[in-house]
């Protein structure tokens, strides 16, 4: 009688995002992972207590491929190092566009606290306000996750209109010719809105 595949946790894991890359989320099931790791499926809860617990180490595991932007020097501009990091966040989320909602509803709060004390430790250096710390942290957070949804959706940045004569003609007009890419718009959404921050940080000293 042949010796049953012995499998590791973080290979189940990978088996359930390869599934969920070729096919998206639907497709994904205990069966499916079991065939592809060549055992059986009740096999699977000796790694897992059930599919939610599958599905958020997919999540971690996506979230875990982030490259990761070195700390500022103290003369470095915060507002950028904050951009670029965001920027390796999205592209890490791209690299499995079926799976974004899965890290959405799944995102790992552990993870999401550490970079969050990480940050805010860089910020307060530079001297941003603590009270402006995860206002902005949050505030990025979600802006890369709405962005990163908009794309896996199939949802692109400014796109021409529908109906253009709903418009002002050179509104229409500029739309019709749009130049812009779904990263340049999350680049310049993010940059405006911290040099917007950096002004009310002034303001309030």
Not at 103 to 125: D, I, S
Not at 135 to 157: K, N, Q
Not at 158 to 180: I, Y
Request: charged share 25%; net charge negative.
């Amino acid at each position: 009688m042949g010796r049953r595949p012995m499998i590791q946790r973080d290979t189940a894991v990978r088996a359930a995002l390869d599934i969920v890359d070729a096919d998206g989320p639907g497709a994904l099931s205990l069966e499916k992972m079991a065939a592809k790791l060549g055992i059986r499926a009740p096999s699977l809860y000796n790694h897992f207590s059930d599919k939610a617990e599958i599905l958020s180490e997919v999540a971690r595991s996506i979230v875990l491929e982030t490259s990761r932007e070195p700390d500022p020097g103290a003369d470095d501009d915060w507002k950028q190092w904050l951009v670029e990091a965001c920027v390796l966040v999205r592209q890490a989320l791209l690299a499995h566009q079926r799976a974004v909602p899965i890290v959405v509803e799944y995102f790992p709060r552990g993870l999401l606290e550490k970079l969050y004390a990480e940050h805010c430790r860089v910020l307060g250096a530079h001297g941003v306000p603590v009270n402006f710390q995860m206002f902005i942290l949050e505030s990025i957070h979600r802006m890369t996750i709405g962005s990163a949804m908009c794309v896996a959706t199939g949802r692109p940045a400014m796109a021409p209109f529908a109906k253009p004569e709903q418009f002002d003609a050179d509104l229409a007009s500029t739309m019709q010719n749009n130049s812009w890419s779904d990263e340049r718009l999350f680049v310049e959404m993010l940059r405006v809105f911290l040099e917007g921050v950096e002004t009310e940080i002034a303001q309030s000293a």
